[in-house]
């Protein structure tokens, strides 16, 4: 089955490219002085990621510190008020430890860090739940962590920003701009592009210069692989 140009027959194996690349989308367009820390990130995903090590601890820090496997739920009077010819299951992300499916890339972001020697952790929120989640890890791994959160989300979110700083991080007001998450972003890269030599991006979504777009992906399919 193809879309948007692929296969999903070959999904995994061969997407994304060398470069980047699912189909025709993707890619690293940062600045130049980022391409060394976009291809520093992308060795190490592929060296220490894929290790039998790496994914013993992972998994011993989702079994023992983030409560999984999530359960599933029959959503039973969903399913009958829709006629009850389809049966709807949820699975339970929100008892994830804190509260999302954000921790699952987290963690894995976090851990990497830790295996490259890194001090620090960087991101940007919006909602806040990424924030969270990103603190949380930092706290579990012993770094440093800088949330950047627009001046209108801080105000609209303000018992996530709590969580965060109870949690360590230090939170980053952004004030310019509509003062939301694209600025949140903007500063955020903006940051890393200063301190990339200790510190470590850690995107919240399938998306961004690779290989941020397969890290979550690869950190997120815990919850498909459970679900089956």
Known sequence: MKFSNVDFDTYFANYPDKDGYFGKYGGVYVDDKLKAAMAEITEAYYSICLSRKFIAELRRIRKEFQGRPTPVTHLERLSD???????????????????????????????????????????????????????????????????????????????????????????????????TLKEAVDAAFDAYSKEYKDSIYCIGSVLGPHPFPMMVRDFQSVVGIEAR
């Open 81 to 179: 008020a829709l006629g009850g010819k389809v049966q709807l299951y949820a699975k339970r992300e929100d008892l994830n430890h804190s509260g999302a499916h954000k921790l699952n890339h987290c963690m894995g972001e976090a851990l990497l860090a830790k295996y490259m020697g890194k001090k620090k952790v960087i991101a940007e929120t919006g909602a806040g739940q990424h924030g969270v989640a990103l603190a949380t890890a930092a706290a579990y791994f012993g770094l440093e962590c800088d949330i950047y959160m627009g001046s209108v989300d801080i105000k609209k979110q303000a018992p996530n920003v709590a969580r965060m700083k109870i949690l360590g991080a230090n939170v980053i007001e952004v004030t310019h701009g509509l003062k």
